[in-house]
């Protein structure tokens, strides 16, 4: 007989009737998961990781196809003493989230800064910050959107660089306060007073950089517990491109981790490496034992900052690869997900369009999650899905830009994936992977809308085509394929 279930498919946008068999009547041995470790789910009903794998609370394996964007009120790059704030800031609204979604996007990066949780050394946290934050966070839950709340910084502190840390916790104190417009980044980054307080930030020895990180992991911990039961928070990431070495940032990791862990002890942890892996295309492996439920972001900017005309001229998809093959390396010695936090090139540079395109391709082939940098941006180089005309104030999504990275990918898989890739001279998506039978939950396939790929589409399971309905507000299609314990093949093609 067949039995009916309903699923509520987490974050999809819609409900869906998914049909399954089932015997009627008698004892039957219980479905025997094909899961490639024995480790279980780290946490249950809620995003989770398994086996090196992001979850969710489904059980299927999930992949984030995100992109960050510094929200007008979250990302804090203003003063109230006078001083030119550093850049505009985009608002975030419906329309952003709502088109998010449809081009592909299934999460959000929001880079949130300490100095606008905690702005005094006595004052407490500000909670109508933390407003904002949700308010965003809501929003784009809304439209089938996960947010990773990122603790953000650059150059330290709005107050000496660009954004992070508040006045009372730069130790020595500055020098010289900073104000906008932002035009000297670099020169900020690399000036002494933002590196001094890097050192005594990270260093382990150091009695305030002590006295800091704590203040800093009771932030954290303020920030987890107030989302513990938001359901979009896919996780917090302790520390965007940490300015020290990696085992000193990692003290910091460590001491962040045991502080929140009673706060939300299912909560994901998201950790990046040292900055200097955007540099160097590379970071060591593990030389300690993992963090259990954390996952593993590094940046990956080969050539975006660094190179030159003839190296951008000259580069393929191979100039991209070492880099993303590391990534890979690197997450499996930490027995983490890859999740690439950060990755872009300028819209308007060398081959900007084909460099886009290889940096997903590669996401893809390793199996990460990727968010790209940026939504939206009217300063500094102007990067991300939009171009700002300053005279009107109005965006202009960039063609070309979506166009590289809007592609069929997985979103959800009810097993565990071999293989997936699209190709998009014929346009065509396969994937390979291994039924589960303790799963459920049907398949989420997102399939980019018919200007970037077909009028009609075939899914074939095994061969056989198989009924799929794309979703017009999020772009999925739900399929069941291969609920046994066998190996399948899933095709999603232009018809």
């Known amino acids: 007989m067949l039995c009916r279930r309903i699923d509520t498919l987490l974050f999809s946008g819609f409900t869906a009737a998914a049909l399954i068999g089932c015997d009627g009547g008698g004892d039957t041995a219980p479905p025997v998961s094909t899961a490639p470790c024995e480790t279980p789910r780290f946490a249950e009903a809620r995003d989770s990781v398994q086996c090196g794998k992001l979850v969710d609370a489904e059980g299927r394996v999930i992949f984030l196809h995100g992109v960050n964007a510094r929200v007008e009120g979250v990302f804090d790059v203003t003063f109230d003493d006078g001083r030119t704030a550093l850049e505009p800031i985009p608002a975030f609204a419906d329309e952003d989230a709502a088109r998010m979604r449809a081009i592909g996007f299934n999460a959000l990066r929001l880079p949130i800064n300490w100095s606008g949780l905690e702005p005094s050394e006595t004052g407490g946290f500000n909670e109508s910050y933390l407003d904002k934050v949700e308010a965003v966070v809501n929003l784009c839950g809304t439209h089938g959107i996960r947010t990773l709340v990122d603790f953000h910084q650059d150059a330290y502190s709005k107050e000496i660089g660009e954004d992070g840390a508040p006045l009372w916790a730069i130790i020595p104190p500055p020098t010289q306060l900073l104000e906008g417009p932002l035009t000297d ?17 990270f260093t382990p020895e150091n009695e305030d950089g002590k006295m800091l990180r704590d203040r800093f992991a009771k932030a954290v911990a303020h920030v987890a ?3 513990a039961q938001n359901a979009y928070v896919t996780g917090i990431e302790i520390y965007n491109e940490p300015v020290a070495t990696d ?26 490496p040292s900055v200097f892996r955007n540099l160097k295309d590379k970071a060591p492996t593990a030389k300690r034992d993992p963090w259990p439920g954390t996952v593993y972001a590094p940046h990956v900017y080969t050539l975006s900052f660094d190179g030159t005309d003839q190296e951008k001229t000259e580069m393929t998809k191979e100039t991209l690869r070492p880099s993303n093959e590391s990534a890979r390396n690197e997450a499996e010695s930490w027995e983490a997900p890859l999740v690439v936090g950060e990755f872009g090139y300028d819209p308007k540079g060398i081959q900007a369009e084909n460099y886009l395109a290889w940096q997903v391709q590669l996401q893809d082939e390793y199996q990460a999650s990727g968010f790209l940098w940026v939504w939206k941006e009217q300063s500094q180089d102007s990067w991300g899905m939009y171009d700002h005309d300053d005279a009107t104030g109005t965006w202009t999504e960039r063609d070309a830009v979506r166009k590289a990275v809007s592609r069929v990918v997985p979103e959800a898989v009810a097993g565990w994936p071999e293989s997936f890739g699209y190709d998009p001279e014929t346009k065509r998506f396969e994937m390979t992977f291994t039924g589960d039978p303790t799963l459920s939950a049907p398949h989420l396939i997102y399939v980019p809308g018919p200007a970037d790929f077909a009028e009609n589409v075939e899914v074939t399971c095994d061969g056989e085509v198989v009924a799929a309905e794309r979703d017009s507000a999020t772009g999925l299609i739900q399929v069941s394929c291969g609920t046994d314990g066998a190996k399948h093949t899933l095709v999603v093609a232009a018809k």
Do not use: M, N, W
């Open 225 to 227: 517990e107030r989302f």
């Open 185 to 201: 980044l670099a020169a900020r980054r690399a000036s002494k007073q933002v590196l001094d307080a890097f050192a005594t930030f």
């Open 247 to 272: 085992e000193d940032s990692h003290v910091l990791h460590d001491e962040v981790i045991t502080f929140v862990r009673p706060v939300d002890e299912g909560r994901l942890y998201y950790f990046e």
